[in-house]
């Protein structure tokens, strides 16, 4: 299982929320890039990128953090926040993301989304779905749906997805352990899926009960910023 650390991203600063609130956020380090660098140095080959800003405008804003990152870096990134229109997609792969997700714009826009799909392929577009009570939430989780989390992924595995990104907003930031069933009715409905946990995780047993269950990756933020896991637990872990 891929151990992908995540930096939210918010004026250019690393940042965390909880559960989605933008009032509680929490800056722990003004220069993103030497986060970056901290998990490279460490082993680690992945990133999850998210623009919070971008998420909330609803258009890519924090662009030059990316640029910033994927050129000083050999980290694979994925990058997520405010992909909304072409010109957005074609900013964020010129700027150095390998994946990009799409959430809101999937629930919006479905014909944009695979649009996207059939242009870059399933390896380079992520799904996005996440939830609240099993119904997705798009825009930065600002705006509720009642489109079912379950029927939305099985509905987009149908037309090629390949990777999605699944977090309970619920759990997001509360260092309260992921929501494993989830991700195991996930499993159960499109078994070929590559799925990304995301949320929640608060120690090493977390992720281990992740990796038990055969998911493709776990994102690990806030757990990383307050020291409840250590870039080395993880890499050791990685290898």
Not at 216 to 237: D, H, N, Q, S
Request: net charge negative; charged share 25%.
């Amino acid at each position: 299982m891929h151990i992908i650390p995540a930096i939210d991203i918010i004026e250019g600063k690393a940042v965390r929320l909880t559960q989605g609130d933008y009032s509680q956020k929490k800056e722990y380090n003004a220069r993103p890039l030497e986060v970056a660098q901290q998990f490279e140095d460490a082993g680690l080959t992945r990133l999850h990128l998210v623009d919070l800003d971008g998420a909330k405008e609803k258009r890519v804003v924090n662009w030059k953090v990316l640029e910033l990152i994927a050129g000083k870096t050999r980290l694979h990134i994925d990058f997520g926040g405010g992909v909304q229109s072409d010109d957005d997609l074609r900013v964020v792969f010129e700027c150095g993301a390998k994946q990009v997700t799409g959430g809101s714009i999937a629930v919006k826009q479905p014909d944009v989304f695979e649009r996207w799909l059939s242009r870059y392929g399933s390896q380079a577009i992520i799904l996005g779905a996440d939830a609240h009570n099993e119904k997705i939430a798009v825009s930065g989780w600002q705006e509720a749906t009642e489109v079912w989390v379950y029927d939305f992924v099985e509905t987009y595995v149908e037309k090629g997805v390949n990777y999605v990104i699944s977090t309970d907003v619920a759990k997001d930031g509360l260092l309260q352990g992921p929501s494993f069933d989830l991700y195991r009715n996930l499993q159960e409905r499109s078994p070929q899926l590559n799925i990304i946990a995301s949320g929640g995780v608060s120690n090493m047993q977390d992720i281990e009960t992740l990796a038990d269950m055969g998911l493709f990756g776990v994102i690990v933020g806030k757990a990383i910023y307050e020291g409840r896991v250590t870039l080395k637990e993880l890499t050791l872990f990685n290898k």
